[in-house]
């Protein structure tokens, strides 16, 4: 993830954290819907950087 860059990106209230970048951040805002577009984002860059498809480990459930 690092090495793709996203490090402080952010959607809406979320945003990727600047030291490990695999972790994300609520602002204060965050709705369930900007982190979910965050993890969708992550894993867009990295397949298309790395070639390598990330697995998400938490599991969504509802409607974001």
Same mark, same amino acid.
């Given at each position: 993830i690092q090495a793709s860059g996203p490090?402080?990106?952010r959607s809406g209230g979320?945003?990727?954290s600047t030291v490990p970048a695999n972790? %994300?951040?609520n602002t204060g805002n965050a709705s369930a819907s900007d982190i979910e577009a965050l993890i969708l984002l992550m =894993?867009?860059?990295?397949q298309r950087d790395?070639? %390598?498809a990330l697995q998400r480990e938490? =599991? %969504?459930?509802?409607?974001p």
């Open positions: 490090k402080g990106t979320a945003e990727t972790f %994300i951040v =894993q867009e860059t990295v790395s070639g %390598i938490v =599991q %969504i459930v509802g409607e």
